[in-house]
């Protein structure tokens, strides 16, 4: 059994690496993002379609499916943002900040699990410190 083209697709999204469109990224080819991190598509590829069957029931049934879920659930967060409080219910301001961090914690652990580096719109994490 093998990863679908649509679960390598979302395991990529997650990993934080831009689509790859008409480009090729393969075992002897890394022009999608090798200009910036060369081979992390090539070692990426190549995980992905040689993993073994208990490492894609980890990476499907512990991973995406999670992934797929708090996607969701961050994606809904937004419902409520116009109100502040409904009876005994009273809106969490730190709701959506709360749910990106889980969200982007768990696609860093995947990164781990499969031994790639997370992609640049997911970044290494941690705490970022700017110019004063």
Known sequence: MA???QQQVDVR???GYPMLGDT???D???FAYGWVAPGVWQTLFHRLAYERPEEENVLVN???ANLYLLEKQLMGAGADLDTEKAGPWTRNRDEISD???LFDDTRRRMCQFIGVAPGP???PGGIRLGRC
Do not use: C, E, I
Request: hydrophobic share 40%.
């Open 28 to 30: 002897s080819r890394d």
């Open 121 to 123: 719109a997911l970044g």
């Open 3 to 5: 990863l679908t083209t």
């Open 99 to 101: 749910r990106q961090r």
């Open 62 to 64: 512990t991973y995406l």
């Open 24 to 26: 090729v990224a393969d």
């Open 13 to 15: 999204r997650f990993a």
